[in-house]
């Protein structure tokens, strides 16, 4: 054991571009086995939640490709129109609604655009400032679970909800004063700014319909007019919001209810642009409910359809949260791209093979003459084989870590996945050995000695 | 010391088989410092294996202080070699990962001994060969010369009783050719035997005993053997 450990640190700290190379290799070829897993599973998983309660079943679609796509939306031509026309046919599709809250740390973001817009006497005017002091002192008899102290004061954080009709419908929303929202609402004039929300019952002390108010969203400060307020205790069940899903219900008596805009209007500039481009990706990720009857292969085939949208487009990848992740991203492409990056991943995945199979076998040839030489000079055999054990389970162990790394989900991944991984990683070592004990055992001494 | 009696050897590859030694006799006393002499392909390479335990017999006896050895038997010539024999070879036959100190040094890790022991022992032997400041150099950093003397220094440094030596001036130049033929000189004189496969002459002319080697026969004995 000693003296394997010892050859280790020897051959790497003289050999280490060599063995980094084969580490990389190793990274590449894991990436690749373990996002073919990963969609190979994800094919077959069950993406979607049963809500018992609601007798219903929820798919919550996230954009993939967002980050991971090498689509850059920002540069492409008329990705803005072509947001608004998929998230048009998504608004049409009534399978598809749309929620989403923004929690207290993205509301602090706010506060300093408003500052930089306003100064700091704005403060009084900005509702959707959580810690300050003064409004919200009193508990409601639903406590929530987000009480801050400010100067020795109780209060509440704030939360702001963007939400569109179906979300309205779905969750039963209605106001106990004012109107809810029209279809001119979900139309934002970015000219003008204007804008219309619902307030949260608590506010209906502080406000009343018709007030404006400023609030700050990333890039844009708008004026906010209050077009109702909520009835007490109005709840988003958490069943189909992205950020909360599987967590208690959002009550909204402290929040801010914002429009899902499903048409932005006025545009004139690139911050018009990037402000109108930011709303519609976030717009765009929505659920797709279903009966809890319906079957799976309609599931499917919905999911499907919705993807489509997105793929005429081409701007976009679509996916079940939690879902795939990987190789799906190539579903958000222009199919001939699709068929090409597909063809360029195997191509990739061929030479992976054949590196690793050249930088091996340069390995064994290379270690065949220092095996040949140590067992002259008194190394035992079994002790050589040992060491290469060593050696390549080290290799290999080190390049899944890193893969593990390089990919931070993974590990989050369910249980099975991470115990397939592990196995190939065994099975990798266990060939590695077998072709190693295989490629010293049919050479002499004699030949191993001689190179030439 | 060493006898071979009727020692053949074949080789089969794709089912030809080549007759390499054919019957070979031979006597190696102890303190004898041999060559082994003959043209290319006469099989003077193979015998030398043979006789360090690389290789099996195909057919013959080989006893080594009287005592039969089974070259089949992988464990036991791995043993045998351990304990009696330092190899010298054409190549060198230096790891190129390891520097000097720890190429000389490898037999004495092998036998497990103590650091302060291998490091005592390796420093004797470098200094012995004129190795001293190349310690930390790799074989791809010295000499055709300064290698065979690191090959030498790891050979000795297991004090073995007997050195076999392949073609050991093969890359040498003439000047270092003449230091290794005193160091041969001296470690025989230090009753260590000394068996030598060569073309070269001058090699030769410190052995006792020569063998040439034609169509794997021992053909002519120079010295003080006779043949059986």
């Avoid at chain 1, 949260?200 to 890039?219: C, K, N, S, W």
């Avoid at chain 1, 050696?391 to 990919?407: G, K, V």
């Avoid at chain 2, 070699?81 to 190899?87: C, D, L, M, T, V």
């Avoid at chain 2, 004495?108 to 060969?129: D, H, P, V």
Wanted: hydrophobic share 40%; net charge negative.
């Amino acid at each position: 054991m000693k003296q394997a450990l010892y050859d280790i640190i020897y051959y790497i700290r003289r050999d280490i571009s060599k063995y980094l190379l084969l580490i990389l290799q190793y990274i590449l070829f894991f990436t690749l086995i373990g996002n073919t897993v990963l969609y190979i599973d994800g094919l077959e998983k069950n993406d979607q939640m049963y809500c018992k309660k609601n007798g219903y079943v929820y798919i919550k679609l996230v954009q993939n490709s967002f980050n991971s796509s090498f689509i850059d939306i920002w540069d492409i031509p008329m990705s803005i129109e072509k947001m608004q026309l998929t998230l048009e046919k998504l608004n049409n599709d009534k399978r598809f609604i749309f929620s989403s809250l923004l929690h207290d740390q993205e509301i602090k973001a706010f506060v300093n655009e408003v500052n930089r817009y306003f100064g700091e006497d704005s403060y009084d005017d900005f509702l959707a400032h959580s810690y300050y002091p003064g409004y919200y002192k009193e508990y409601p008899s639903n406590k929530p679970s987000n009480e801050q102290y400010w100067n020795n004061e109780q209060t509440i954080n704030m939360s702001m909800c963007k939400i569109d009709s179906d979300s309205i419908q779905h969750y039963g929303l209605s106001v106990s004063e004012g109107e809810i929202f029209s279809d001119n609402d979900y139309v934002f004039d970015i000219g003008s700014g204007e804008v219309s929300i619902l307030l949260g019952a608590a506010y209906q002390e502080y406000f009343d319909i018709g007030d404006t108010i400023h609030l700050a969203t990333p890039i844009k400060i708008m004026t906010a007019t209050v077009k109702g307020f909520l009835k007490p205790n109005s709840r988003i069940e958490n069943d189909t919001t992205y950020e909360n899903m599987g967590e208690a219900p959002v009550i909204l008596d402290y929040s801010i209810i914002m429009p899902c805009f499903k048409n932005i209007i006025g545009i004139e500039n690139n911050e018009d642009k990037k402000f109108a481009s930011l709303e519609y990706n976030n717009n765009l990720y929505g659920t797709l409910i279903f009966d809890s009857k319906v079957s799976k292969s309609i599931i499917k085939d919905s999911i499907k359809e919705i993807n489509d949208y997105y793929l005429e487009q081409g701007i976009f990848t679509m996916t079940p949260l939690n879902g795939n992740n990987g190789f799906l991203y190539l579903q958000g492409e222009e199919s001939v791209s699709i068929e090409l990056l597909a063809l360029l991943l195997f191509c990739l995945f061929i030479y992976n093979i054949l590196a690793i199979h050249y930088s091996l076998n340069y390995f064994i040839k290379k270690q065949r003459h220092a095996i040949a030489i140590q067992i002259l000079n008194g190394k035992k055999q079994k002790h050589v084989i040992l060491s290469w054990c060593f050696i390549i389970a080290f290799i290999i162990m080190t390049s899944l870590i890193l893969a593990y790394l390089y990919d931070g989900t993974w590990i989050l991944q369910k249980i099975s996945f991470n115990i397939i991984m592990l196995l190939i990683s065994a099975l990798l070592i266990l060939l590695n050995i077998f072709f190693f004990i295989k490629g010293i055992s049919k050479k002499t001494m004699h030949e191993m000695l001689w190179r030439h | 010391m060493i006898s071979l009696i009727d020692v053949k050897k074949t080789y089969t590859k794709n089912q030809m088989s080549t007759d390499v030694l054919k019957g070979i006799n031979l006597t190696i006393n102890q303190g004898d410092i041999v060559c082994i002499m003959g043209v290319s392909g006469s099989g003077k390479s193979t015998l030398l294996n043979i006789i360090s335990g690389l290789l099996p017999l195909t057919s013959g006896e080989y006893y080594y202080k009287d005592k039969k050895l089974n070259t089949n038997n992988y464990n036991e010539m791995e043993q045998f070699r351990h304990n009696n024999i330092g190899i010298i070879l054409q190549e060198f036959a230096l790891i190129e990962d390891f520097s000097v100190y720890e190429n000389i040094a490898l037999p004495l890790r092998y036998q497990k001994n103590s650091s302060k022991f291998i490091n005592n022992r390796t420093s004797t032997m470098i200094k012995k060969l004129g190795l001293e400041g190349k310690e930390n150099y790799y074989p791809d950093e010295l000499s055709g010369g300064q290698q065979q003397r690191v090959a030498i220094a790891r050979a000795l440094t297991k004090e073995p009783e007997l050195i076999i030596a392949d073609e050991p001036t093969g890359c040498l130049d003439e000047h270092n050719t003449h230091i290794l033929l005193d160091i041969f000189k001296e470690l025989n004189q230090q009753g260590i035997t000394i068996i030598i496969a060569t073309h070269d002459k001058v090699l030769s002319s410190i052995c006792n005993k020569i063998f040439y080697l034609k169509n794997g026969l021992i053909k002519e004995v120079r010295g003080n053997q006779t043949l059986s």
